[in-house]
């Protein structure tokens, strides 16, 4: 079908808009219990198996002709050219200067198409499983000689948010290490986290990780150097407290020397690589620490795999290509603005933050390549929490509020199988609790799509208007055959390549972030007010000029 | 009485030597028949013992088919390592036509309940539980000299035939402690701990010694003048191995916590030991900052402690992984124990065997004393100085007098002082 499709002329994009918008307006009045009635077919149509990952979108309110008219959209905008440019060193990013090459962290260390890249990447990788291997032996040793038991991982956004979610959906998959190992993160700049966390480490046994792309990030910096005077306090002021207890990760090698992390401890990514794309790379150290190095090979193979689906597979059953066409769907021609993410497993309870930060952060912007203001909506907000637990809190709106609001469920169809130390006794009772959770999960993609049509006849009939479901909800559904690095690899890959197709839709750079530049910044300015180093209120608005007033008493 | 002797265990060896000693028939069924013979146990008095009695002929080898079927007793000791053997043994028992019930003795340390698992194969038979409380180095009057002797057995008749069995040793009433089996291999069990409570207490004590400038010698000398608490095991040092008793300690903390009592004691205990395992790597590493790379490194015995080729659960192996993490060749002496550790570990670049202890100190950065082997204690210290790359002495036993070693020119580093 891609071969007929990828003749059209690419000035017709709007011609496909046009049609996109006739038949968004036309599916306003159509119910999802509609389109399952008339085609018994459905499922099988509309869902796509691969590798570990079943993609079931027939939940959506959308029909073959539909589909074909976005992937027609695809087309015009050049999709296949864009990923190709994705996919080389092409620098993509244009507002940096950059390419994008994310991929190329989990490319296979022998891979033929790019022996360089994979080197470079390789040579990093084997320093980080290294360091790894010798805190998982009980080996890696503070300035006393006592053996690291603490590691505590210090960063910000894209240091933090993908290692902290990764290390916590696959806590079953933690590697046994020969003295007890525990991991932690610190990412918020007033030290929250670490005033909670200090008294209860052992400077003695605690292992520092500075992980900053840039290596100037403020939250993070500040972190490390309370954390520095914490250690020297205990330890002394000596060089090799420094060298035991601090690993810096950063493309900025000049800058970790300079705050006084060892050259043997500095582990290295690229310009290349987005903060938020960065887990893949050394940044993912957490994770590695945490499910081992064959668990970690595992993940980047998981990812790769999807690499491979998104540049080969036909459109129609391109996972990501799905994704990002759907979203676009009901953003921009169904009027749905919110995009809820709803996991049906309590490990996966960073995985909205993240996706926030992934989908908001890349795509949360007005203006196209080509300097204009953008003519369609660009990113929904993003927004969830892990399933069984948000049933609790705002389903009553996704049933009987007012938005409309499309979800991703989110579920691994076997858990509690793979007889792991950390739940072995008990894996009778949790494999049952996961089939609770999995029923749950149908249940509630099957009223939000449904309404009143999924309860009974009979109960129907003598039902007020205030236990009335109006349904019609969209909703995608996510199955892994488990939760496990691989798989985890693949979802992560999957929604990452979906922002990147929405991007090309919507004709934007999603890989720069100006947007959270300006603020630094200010508060820059506003620092030595607050300090009370002086300088001048005069030049501020009367609400700051006010509130700086209360906070200087 | 005819007494059936299993097992390869030191207990069984000083069992054999002395029941024969005093008269009772006793066979010693051990699938390596011949070798009986040349067995040594790491214990002179004992092997010229055995001799004695093969001589006599009280002692005589046999195995399970030869074995006459009127014998009254059996004496089973087994190792923790080899319950399945002697499990298999036992069925083999009791294919045998012999009139039950007979006296069955488990002297093996298998824990709790050890006792009734081996009861289970001869159910018919009087099981009762004799506890080793042998010491290697002066295995023959531990046994002999102990002043009341814990028994596992509650049946009246039952006692009255451990005694005239055990009469020639043990002939006064009041020298039997009897109590039900299962209290007597917690008993067992609980005595090991308690002596693992006071080493490791001492190395704890030692490690605050340090700090405050106080030679831990002289608290220990102090503590063991006063009576209630007496001089044994308050030597702080490298940490405690052997098998036998660092099972122990393991099976007591594992029952203790899965009962649910919540008691960290005996887990905090076998964690200091552990701790003390590489207490000398930690000094070397200060010594050294932390810049080990490239170093050789002279240790002197890697037995669990001297006059035993014995290594299982010693310091040596904690401290042989820590010195090679860090790229640090080591050249290893040992009076008995070097054939264990070559087994063991095989080839390798940064391990060097060395039949003289002098050969081991030739170009190292630092020299770690791990055993006490009486071939160490007055060493020619003229001799290490010159062929020391560098003079630290690291004594992990304190087995040197700290002034002497420093005015003879060396860096030196005890445990607690």
Excluded at chain 1, 485 to 490: A, D, E, I, N, R
Aim: glycine share 8%; aromatic share 10%; hydrophobic share 40%.
């Amino acid at each position: 079908m891609s071969h007929r499709i990828q003749r059209l002329p690419l000035n017709d994009t709007q011609s496909v808009l046009a049609g996109l918008t006739e038949a968004g307006q036309q599916f306003q009045s159509v119910h999802l219990k509609d389109l399952f009635a008339q085609d018994a077919e459905r499922f099988t149509r509309f869902h796509v198996r691969f590798d570990e990952v079943v993609y079931d979108f027939s939940k959506h309110r959308l029909d073959q002709k539909v589909l074909n008219r976005l992937i027609d959209f695809a087309h015009a905008q050049d999709l296949s050219g864009w990923i190709k440019r994705l996919f080389s060193e092409e620098a993509i990013n244009y507002t940096e200067q950059r390419s994008v090459m994310h991929w190329a962290l989990r490319l296979p260390q022998d891979d033929a198409s790019h022996p360089a890249l994979a080197q470079q990447v390789h040579e990093q990788l084997q320093r980080m499983f290294a360091l790894v291997e010798k805190i998982h032996s009980g080996q890696y040793r503070g300035a006393t000689g006592e053996v690291i038991q603490d590691v505590v991982n210090i960063g910000v956004g894209g240091s933090d948010l993908g290692p902290l979610m990764a290390s916590h959906a696959l806590a079953d998959f933690r590697q046994a290490t020969v003295k007890p190992l525990n991991m932690h993160f610190v990412s918020t700049m007033d030290g929250s986290q670490l005033s909670e966390l200090l008294h209860r480490l052992r400077p003695e046994t605690t292992l520092f990780i500075i992980s900053s792309k840039s290596f100037s990030t403020i939250d993070t910096l500040s972190n490390a150097q309370t954390v520095r005077l914490w250690l020297e306090k205990a330890l002394g002021q000596y060089a090799q407290v420094l060298r035991h207890h601090f690993v810096g990760v950063s493309t900025k090698p000049e800058k970790m020397t300079a705050w006084g992390i060892a050259p043997e401890n500095q582990f290295l990514f690229w310009d290349w690589v987005g903060g938020r794309y960065s887990l893949w790379s050394c940044i993912g150290l957490p994770i590695a620490l945490s499910i081992g190095v064959e668990g970690f090979r595992q993940f980047l193979a998981g990812a790769h795999a999807i690499d491979r689906h998104f540049q080969t597979a036909p459109f129609a059953q391109n996972i990501p290509v799905l994704m990002g066409l759907i979203g676009a769907w009901n953003n921009n021609f169904l009027d749905i603005q919110t995009h809820a993410m709803l996991p049906y497993d309590g490990r996966l309870k960073y995985f909205s933050s993240y996706l926030q930060q992934l989908e908001m952060e890349s795509n949360g912007k007005s203006i196209q390549r080509d300097g204009q203001a953008v003519n369609l909506d660009t990113c929904p907000i993003v927004w969830g929490e892990v399933g069984p637990n948000a049933q609790h809190a705002f389903y009553q709106l996704l049933h009987q509020g007012t938005h409309a609001v499309s979800c991703d469920f989110i579920a691994p169809v076997k858990r509690y199988n793979a007889n792991q130390f950390t739940y072995a006794e008990n894996a009778e009772a949790l494999v049952e609790q996961h089939h609770l959770a999995l029923s749950n999960c149908l249940a509630q993609s099957r009223l939000l799509a449904f309404g009143n049509q999924a309860l009974g006849a009979d109960v129907l009939e003598s039902l007020p208007a205030y236990k009335q479901y109006e349904g019609n909800q969209p909703s995608s559904t996510i199955l892994l055959s488990e939760l496990n690095p691989y798989s985890l690899g693949m979802l992560i890959a999957m929604y990452e390549h979906k922002v990147f197709v929405q991007s090309v839709l919507w004709n934007i750079n999603p890989f720069d972030q100006w947007g959270v530049e300006k603020g630094k910044e200010i508060a820059n300015q506003l620092l030595p007010l607050l300090n009370g180093e002086g300088g001048n209120l005069e030049g501020l608005d009367a609400s700051t000029r006010g509130l700086i007033e209360v906070l200087l008493g | 009485m005819k007494v059936a002797i299993f097992g390869k265990t030191l207990y069984a060896g000083v069992m054999a030597a002395l029941l024969a000693e005093c008269g009772h028939q006793v066979f010693w069924c051990d699938d390596r028949l011949c070798e009986l013979f040349k067995q040594h146990f790491p214990d002179e008095s004992v092997n010229h013992l055995l001799e004695k009695q093969f001589a006599s002929g009280f002692l005589a080898c046999s195995d399970i088919s030869t074995l006459p079927l009127d014998i009254d007793v059996y004496f089973f000791s087994f190792s923790p390592a080899e319950e399945a053997a002697g499990l298999a043994l036992l069925h083999e028992l009791a294919q045998r036509p012999v009139i039950h019930p007979k006296l069955m003795i488990n002297a093996s340390t298998l824990g709790l309940h050890g006792t009734s698992r081996l009861r289970q194969v001869l159910p018919d038979d009087d099981w009762i539980y004799l506890p080793d409380i042998i010491q290697e180095g002066k295995a023959l009057n531990s046994f002999s000299q102990v002043t009341q002797l814990i028994v596992g057995c509650t049946d009246a008749a039952v006692q009255k035939k451990v005694r005239e069995f055990l009469r020639p040793l043990f002939p006064r009433e009041q020298q039997y402690l009897f109590m039900p089996v299962l209290d007597a291999e917690f008993t067992k069990l609980s005595i090991s701990g308690m002596l693992a409570t006071r080493i490791s207490y001492m190395n704890d004590l030692a490690v605050v010694a340090e700090k405050l400038g106080i030679d831990i010698s002289h608290v220990r000398q102090g503590m063991a003048a006063d009576s209630r608490i007496g001089a044994a095991y308050l030597y702080p040092g490298a940490g405690f191995g052997g098998d036998n008793f660092s099972h122990d300690i393991l099976t007591l903390s594992d029952t203790v916590s899965d009962t649910g009592v919540k008691s960290r004691l005996l887990a905090q205990v076998w964690d200091i030991n552990e701790q003390q395992k590489e207490l000398l790597f930690r000094k070397l590493w200060n010594y050294y900052h932390g810049d080990l790379a490239g170093k050789t490194v002279a240790i002197w015995g890697a037995s669990f402690k001297e006059n035993t080729s014995n290594v299982q659960q010693s310091p040596v192996h904690v401290m042989l992984k820590a010195l090679w993490a860090q790229g640090v060749t080591v050249k290893l002496h040992d009076p008995q124990a070097l054939p264990e550790i070559a087994a063991l570990y095989g080839q390798r670049d940064d391990l060097v065997l060395c039949n003289d202890q002098y050969e081991a100190v030739k170009g190292v950065h630092a020299l770690c004393l791990l055993t006490a082997w009486k071939q160490y204690w007055s060493p020619n210290y003229k001799y290490l100085l010159q062929h020391m790359q560098h003079p630290l002495v690291l004594d992990g036993r304190n087995i040197y007098d700290p002034e002497y070693v420093k005015a003879q020119g060396f860096a030196y580093m005890g445990v607690g002082r």
